[in-house]
């Protein structure tokens, strides 16, 4: 049974923790998407002295670092993301976006806690455990890019092309997101919904308002197989996913003049989707629903991420344990939210979590991170290197 009082808060903050030093560091980095601001090097040079094989591999103007020490399996990888969202009004902040600031027992600056606290602890995580292990078996990496908040086009899908490319799997990865809810370690995801956009264009007849017999208001054409489209239960979900959604974030038509009957209506939509249902078939059903309509119609598709999931196998049980070691937590596994790099890695590694550290802050104005969860945070993702690559650990 976990402790009344969470071991996280007994612990003191220490202003020379190297995690805290390494997460201001990259916070002064401004490193907005998809520019790294020189984030990767610093990344790099802590990892050089380690025994890192490091690897550049960038692509179409973005960063990315393929940092592996060891050559043997079990392939434990750290993912993660240099780039941040832009910080918006910087008049609107408390502090100046980028220069990391502590006040009332937290961090803050842009990337706090999406996700430069996360990279620090991987690196500080990795430190320590190399010291205690310098010949641990198995091998280390850590999958970093600049362009995860942007297209995410030429980051972590193109590391994982090359590794795939030439036959390098992970067996276990750790995606740093920030995941928590409330405390630090009361949820991990095991997976993410896919996530499917269509831009529909339904084409009519552009004519005068008093006239509609000489004209077809593709609005009104579209207006049956919309609502059609909205009531559809597309699938009933399953033990680790909710049911699919279909969700229409964009419509617009017409000339801006009140007499004049549209030629034309684009809608913008959206499917998130469970691992029961596929994007081929959500695709089938709804142009099916669009021809039974008998709209005259267009429409582009963009899958920008398959759903994966991680069963309660050994990195989730080691992941953990580790979280009810270093905070007294009992983590709950869940796969809501929106995308990540982890749709990319699942292609090439069994086994993919989330984890960091709460993320009510994010992309926010005045983003922070609590100061009591920065040590912590790298504790378990120590515990969690040792759990996987230590053979005389036992998970328990």
Not at 12 to 25: M, V
Not at 49 to 60: A, D, Q, S, V
Not at 233 to 241: A, M
């Amino acid at each position: 049974m976990p402790p009344r009082f969470s071991a996280l808060h007994l612990m003191a903050h220490d202003d020379h923790d190297p995690t805290f030093e390494l997460a201001r560091a990259l916070i002064e980095r401004p490193s907005v998407t998809p520019e790294d601001a020189g984030c990767l090097d610093l990344i790099a040079e802590r990892l050089r002295p380690l025994g890192f094989t490091l690897e550049r591999i960038n692509t179409g103007g973005v960063s990315n670092l393929w940092a592996r020490r060891g050559a043997t399996r079990p392939l434990v990888c750290l993912a993660g993301h240099t780039d941040v969202v832009p910080p918006g009004p910087a008049e609107r902040w408390a502090s100046p976006p980028f220069e990391p600031t502590v006040r009332d027992g937290r961090l803050f600056g842009r990337g706090a806690a999406d996700m430069k606290t996360s990279l620090a602890a991987f690196v500080t995580a990795i430190e320590r455990f190399v010291a205690a292990h310098p010949d641990h078996p198995g091998s280390i990496a850590l999958l970093l890019t600049s362009d995860e908040e942007g297209v995410a086009t030429h980051g972590t899908v193109k590391v994982v092309e090359a590794l795939a490319a030439r036959g390098e799997r992970l067996d276990y990865c750790i995606v740093g997101e920030p995941t928590s809810v409330h405390s630090l370690g009361d949820m991990i995801k095991n997976g993410r919904r896919g996530s499917l956009s269509g831009t529909l264009r339904v084409l009519g007849q552009q004519g005068h308002v008093a006239y509609p017999h000489l004209a077809r208001n593709p609005i009104h054409e579209l207006a049956p197989a919309l609502a059609e489209l909205a009531a559809v239960r597309w699938d009933e979900g399953n033990e680790f996913f909710p049911p699919t959604t279909f969700q229409v974030s964009n419509i617009h038509a017409g000339t801006g003049a009140n007499n004049v009957i549209p030629g034309e209506c684009e809608v913008l939509f959206n499917f998130r989707f469970a691992s029961v249902t596929s994007a081929e078939e959500l695709r089938r059903r709804t142009h099916a629903i669009l021809d039974e309509h008998g709209l005259t119609y267009e429409l582009d598709w963009h899958l920008s991420g398959k759903p994966f999931v991680t069963g309660r196998g050994r990195l989730v049980e080691a992941i953990s344990a580790a979280i009810a070691q270093t905070c007294g937590v009992q983590t709950e596994l869940s796969t809501t939210g929106g995308t990540s790099d982890g749709r990319f890695i699942a292609d090439i590694c069994a086994e993919v979590v989330e984890f960091g550290p709460v993320n009510a802050s994010i992309h926010k104005i005045d983003e922070c991170v609590e100061l009591a969860a920065i040590a912590p945070l790298a504790r378990i993702y120590e515990r969690t290197l040792t759990a996987l690559l230590d053979p005389r650990t036992v998970i328990t």
